[in-house]
């Protein structure tokens, strides 16, 4: 028998990515949480389709017999609603950066505004699952982490932990992400006119992302150099990441400590040294494809790493996260 | 009364620039030159336009007195007429590589080709305008630079000129360019469905424009990592560069080196601290703008510059050098 | 001396797009007139531009000696502000769709709101020039056509006035659109990731675009059936038009017919016979290409119109019937 | 256990289609066959995925003990490959034109070539489920139709039948692809920077796949005006269907038309009277979407209806096909 996943945000991009990524999932099917917020589009086929609809309240929770909810919405709804639905018995999986500064201070600090549920924190487990898989394993509130740190973590994490960066040199991480990264809005910035043909930075070393990358890597700011960026498409991040190795090293000896790392993952994806990947090869999947170039003579690297920002970077990853905590196999619903 | 420049490569999409240029030139008016290898669209318009077209020969000069020939062409098409052109009389721009790297040496090695025109080598003046302007005033020949070095140089070698840069730890430039870079021509790569919401890194540390890059900046190989990747869109480059100051400085104080060295350039345009350009500013323009980010504190920086691939990294900075060359005003045509 | 022309609306598509045509037209410099409810960029550049700006008030049409000033505006502001500028002694070309209609009961079954500047319907000239260079000569107020009227009534009316469409059969225009005639503005519907890789049909036999149509061709509402659909492009349309021949007529002997009506015109293109013209050949330009396809033996035909919808469509046009009131020659600025 | 079916043109984008739907399909999977014009990508990826790989021969067949074959390859390769294989054992699904047509004449008229297999007109099984699904149960050898007359056959059949159209009129067929139609390989046409911001009409009149259209519907090709467009996107049908009805119908009223006919149909779906899908709801999925517009008073249809060019244009409908003829469900891996 399923088991029922609530949405709420079904109409936001990465919400509607999970409700399509459950619908195929072998243990559970959603229920399409309305949110007052919500708006919602005139439905306009003949007749509907059969996907479940409850109110965005904790009382669905009993209702619809929700093991897990799933949080596609500003920070601020998920605050609001969290403990409610905890209270009333479903795992929460919150995709929003509501949770995952660990402390009402950062947050505060990173989104300008207070923390409305900051008794939450200490429980919330910030997980990227191929680094903190142990403490996702049952957990009943988990902190998705953001698209550009899950990609940027991927990859740095390893090499920090195995000491191949020349740290004082720093860390060069040029993202570049589709326009769906921005949320489904109205909005003159993300029109198509202002969009197609064109390319352009939007935030300079002070992104809300990089304190998270800092958090999982264990680099310091000083360190670390971020630049966002968006490219004219739909869905996808690739990061290009620049450093010095501490030794000279070849791209096959820093594939190898990736290799090491990540040779069990059924979610991380190597290239042969020389080749990196293009957003094409993981977009709609959950997959995180990391390449490295190296000159080992004169000590340049270059490591790409490449997610769909809405699957691995949102609903793929809070539903990899939602099967460590409802203890179904990490890959259900996802390869 | 309008001097007649002919245009050899009409059909690709810098030699169409070109075109289009020089069709409202206060000073010109082009000629297309057939060449054998061309192929030609069959013209569909049932009444012509009356721009002027002549066989892409020596004795076209002659015939249609041209004071100049702008070559649009691959590297091989350029070694093999250039010497016959000015014989014939006309001052000569090349836009490929083969008279970019000042030895014959430096051209096998990075264009994989013998050099079958190096007795020109002597004579051919490298000019980005900001940088080689005297040079360029009266010559005969001029290689007119590659649209990536010509956004890295106009950016990196101010800097390296004031000591801004502390090089031991090295410059990243991450490029991105629109796919008319590739040129037009048929090709799987540049294909419509293996580039549309696709985005990839082609080029990791070994492009062909690097040695451009380092000729005109002064920086080391050693120093310099260099991306080229491939931007979902028809036309722009635009390059994000970092570094570590020498010393601490602020955006506003890089940018005070920048406005002393361009004060009184016609197609450099500064941004204000902290707000960089993107493609739409520059495109179908002979602007290169330069905008900068930095943190005084931890020493990060970011650099960006951005310019038309076409224009300014093309058929507008050879028609700017051609301006030079034949002495007219160096802007005529390209405001 | 040049002749300053003001623009109301020079942040939109069309007005940015009347700025820059008038920035090159050799007998006027445009005045970009701030309105209140423009909002505004702020200028990034470190350096400001020298095109003058002024209050958008009819006060400003003798501070700044404005001959002319061109509504790129909703049809609302052009109602407002129309009579107080033709008042202070301004030509005035009103973009919007308040003056096309002739009427305030049309203006208020399309526009569904009232007319509140009825009394200049009667003065205001609409023209396309093509069909109304007469009347636009040394007019005061003059009401610009919409995009969609042009392409069609360009490709129609000829046809109409020959007798060549069997009209009991009906006329099809199925126009396709770029995104920026939709404006500039914050919308869902417009947002980059619901546009790219996406097709759809907007309007279907009911645009308040097709009495325009319906008025300048002579064709009846029952005879006329039209839809507009939105290309993932920043601009051009391109209308694809089919009906039957009153009598059995080949695609030359059609062509023949647009040949004699357009043979002086400077802004119509025609094609081959089989050919039709793409977008790319006329954005950017004020062009209106069309092009004929027909099978004599079975009397299907198909005729393709193609124009820039910022351009002819809209700014271009504007300035080509701003030439007509003042007094320069049509094609200034346009060629 | 799972049936092996093989794939011959896996590297196209119709064929790669094929291979995820099979991936994810519940009684079969893929076997990737080589064939020796196939050129192939070097494989980038560190570790290999675990899909089968043959030779694109015959003896695969007992070999790999394949089931089926789909043949996503250009009429010739087809047409020297089907034989072997069905002798072998294989049922053959070909997505090519090759036979479509059902004579040897009709194909050289509109394919320009000798057909070489026509031994096997006789047996092959041309196959829109919806309307051939008896014959297509247990065939050997079943024709996937092209994908503008799928789009074309669902929306015009029932309406043809129920007698809705005014034959004499004709009926209008506005088709709209994404550039994926054209097949994966190298040509300028199909090139980004050709394609991008731009829209063309490609054939005018006489598609090859206008004769599927007219032997399916029962439509005339005097009748029946088709042009076919190509949209800047990847994948995706749109076709808008113009035609007067033989008495005043409303909307609703044709609409009732098609929902007797497709009442019980999986993957045909129906728009509220007024709406009309765009290809976001189609794409990647197996479903043909149609909407009606009309003015009954005025005598106006507009009929649209959509599909993804490579799942039910293509890959989907030949596995629905395949399920048809190895008597599995219907819709088995394509919900």
Same mark, same amino acid.
Do not use: Q, V, W
């Given at each position: 028998m399923s088991a029922s996943v609530g949405i709420v945000g079904f109409r936001g991009y990465s919400g509607a990515e999970a409700a399509r990524i459950l619908a195929r999932h072998p243990h559970c099917e959603p229920v399409l949480l309305e949110h *007052?917020?919500?708006?919602?589009? @005139?439905?306009?086929?003949?007749r509907k389709s059969g996907i479940r609809r409850a109110p965005a309240s904790a009382d669905s929770v009993k209702a619809e017999g929700l093991k897990a909810v799933l949080f596609a919405t500003p920070p601020e709804v998920s605050m609001d609603l969290a403990q409610k639905f905890l209270d009333a018995g479903a795992v929460v999986v919150d995709l929003?950066?509501? &949770?995952?500064?660990?402390?009402a201070e950062r947050y505060k600090q990173w989104y300008k505004e207070e923390h409305t549920?900051?008794?939450?924190l200490g429980e919330a487990v910030y997980s990227i699952p191929e680094f903190h898989r142990a403490a996702a394993r049952?957990? *009943?509130?988990i902190s998705n982490p953001g698209c550009y740190p899950t990609a940027a973590n991927l990859a740095i994490r390893p090499l920090v932990e195995a000491g191949v960066?020349? *740290?004082?040199?720093g860390i060069v991480c040029d993202a570049k992400s589709g326009v769906s990264g921005a949320g489904r809005k109205a909005s003159l910035k993300t029109s198509f006119c202002e969009v197609t043909e064109n390319f352009s930075a939007y935030?300079?070393?002070?992104? *809300?992302h990089v304190p998270e990358v800092l958090m999982t890597s264990g680099v310091e700011e000083s360190e670390f150099s971020f630049t966002a960026q968006l490219i004219p498409i739909d869905r996808g991040i690739l990061e290009t990441i620049y450093f010095r190795p501490a030794m000279p090293m070849s791209a096959a000896e820093i594939l190898e400590v990736y290799d090491k790392r990540?040779?069990? @993952?059924? &979610?991380v994806r190597l290239y042969q040294a020389g080749h990196v990947p293009d957003l094409r090869a993981v977009q709609r999947t959950n997959f995180c494809d990391i390449g490295v170039a190296a000159d080992a003579a004169t000590g340049r690297v270059v490591v790409v790493s490449a997610i769909d920002n809405l699957v691995k970077g949102a609903a793929g990853q809070a539903i990899q996260n939602m099967n460590l905590a409802l203890g179904y196999e990490e890959t259900a619903g996802l390869l």
């Open positions: *007052r917020a919500d708006g919602g589009d @005139e439905a306009k086929l003949l929003s950066g509501a &949770f995952r500064l660990g402390t549920a900051a008794g939450l049952g957990a *009943r509130l960066i020349d *740290r004082k040199c935030s300079m070393l002070n992104h *809300r990540y040779h069990d @993952e059924p &979610f």
